[in-house]
């Protein structure tokens, strides 16, 4: 029987790239999201997960229809400001968004994952949460989620579910690219300081929550994996 995934905000971007690979790898995605997906792919739940009320409807369909043990939480909003213009809508709309969705994600199927004694949760954080200027209310957010993810390994590894976190790096998506054309001095000085000297392909972001989405990573759990062509290493911001 194909096993189901839930990804949140997979219609583009890094989510997408996420789906692709696990389609291809043979899961049946679950797609929430507010827009659909450039091609058919799985099944898509249109939803806006900034509402909690839809969000909560919608993770009971999903519940309900495919009993999910798999969960990737995507989904994400940025704002960025400096620290003096950021406003208390904005920490609250990033903080609702990034953290309160992946907490509801996760309480909704929990009960899959404990009846059947298997589970497996991937936050798609970022390297922004180890420091990012103009990034107060987004590297709060993918901080926390860096904690969640550390303390949900803790509370349900007995329950044969692992949790762990994905932090991107510098990467080139479709809206990365609109804001930094590939040929732009900026886009420049960021490939060079990073070690591989590349940015990041989405694609890259896929591989590595495919390995913990698998059943042979049981053993794997409260990571986080920095997906950053070695910025965490040359200790440089990203």
Not at 80 to 101: F, G, I, K, S, Y
Not at 129 to 146: I, N, P, Q, V
């Amino acid at each position: 029987m194909t096993e189901s995934v839930v990804v949140t905000g997979a219609s583009q971007g890094i989510g997408h790239a996420i789906a692709v690979a696990l389609a291809g790898a043979g899961y049946h995605v679950v797609n929430l999201d507010r827009v659909p997906p450039p091609a058919a792919l799985g099944t898509f739940v249109p939803v806006d997960l900034a509402d909690r009320e839809a969000t909560a409807a919608a993770l009971a369909r999903v519940a309900g229809e495919h009993g999910a043990t798999r969960l990737v939480n995507n989904v994400g909003t940025v704002r960025p400001a400096a620290v003096e213009a950021q406003t208390a809508a904005d920490l609250e709309a990033v903080m609702d968004l990034n953290v309160r969705t992946a907490i509801q994600c996760a309480e909704a199927m929990l009960p899959a994952m404990r009846a059947a004694g298997f589970g497996r949760i991937v936050n798609i954080t970022s390297r922004a949460a180890l420091g990012k200027e103009l990034r107060t209310a987004y590297a709060a957010s993918k901080a926390a989620l860096h904690g969640l993810t550390k303390t949900w390994a803790l509370e349900l590894g007995p329950h044969g579910i692992t949790v762990n976190a994905v932090s991107p790096g510098p990467i080139a998506t479709e809206l990365f690219r609109r804001v930094n054309p590939d040929d732009s001095p900026r886009t420049a000085a960021i490939r060079a300081a990073i070690p591989m000297r590349r940015m990041g392909r989405p694609e890259d972001v896929a591989g590595a929550v495919a390995f913990f989405l698998a059943r042979e990573s049981g053993f794997v759990t409260g990571q986080v994996l920095h997906v950053c062509g070695g910025m965490t290493v040359a200790g440089v911001g990203g």
